[in-house]
């Protein structure tokens, strides 16, 4: 099992869901979150000042899915939320040691 989590900017995140839920993704987390990477930020005016703007906001998803997955899920998320501009995110795919179902107490794969 792996945990997959992605940054994206969040006018993608509907395109994102959608390529998700074709490949029969049924759940996912996600989270507000502000950064920057090699983008920096930017910088913007309002009423004639200009503010530097140094987190933007981003949209984090993270989950949980099979071994056989994971690339589909990467390959379905890269192409749905890439711009081809920067600051488009990152995806981290790493090991899910354990899952358990709190409902129901079933672990593992079978509570995914």
Known sequence: MKM?????????????????????????TLEEVKGFGRQRG???FY?????V???????????AVNDNLVEA????????AKTNKIGDGKIFVSELEQVIRIRTGEQGEAAM
Do not use: C, N, W
């Open 53 to 63: 703007i140094d987190f933007v906001p981003k949209f984090k998803l993270e989950l």
């Open 47 to 51: 009423r004639g000042a200009e503010y």
């Open 42 to 44: 930017h910088t913007e």
């Open 73 to 80: 899920v990467s390959e379905a998320i890269a192409k749905a």
């Open 4 to 28: 997959i989590t992605a940054i994206i900017k969040p006018f993608r995140l509907e395109q994102v869901r959608e390529a998700l839920t074709e490949l029969g993704i049924t759940g996912m």
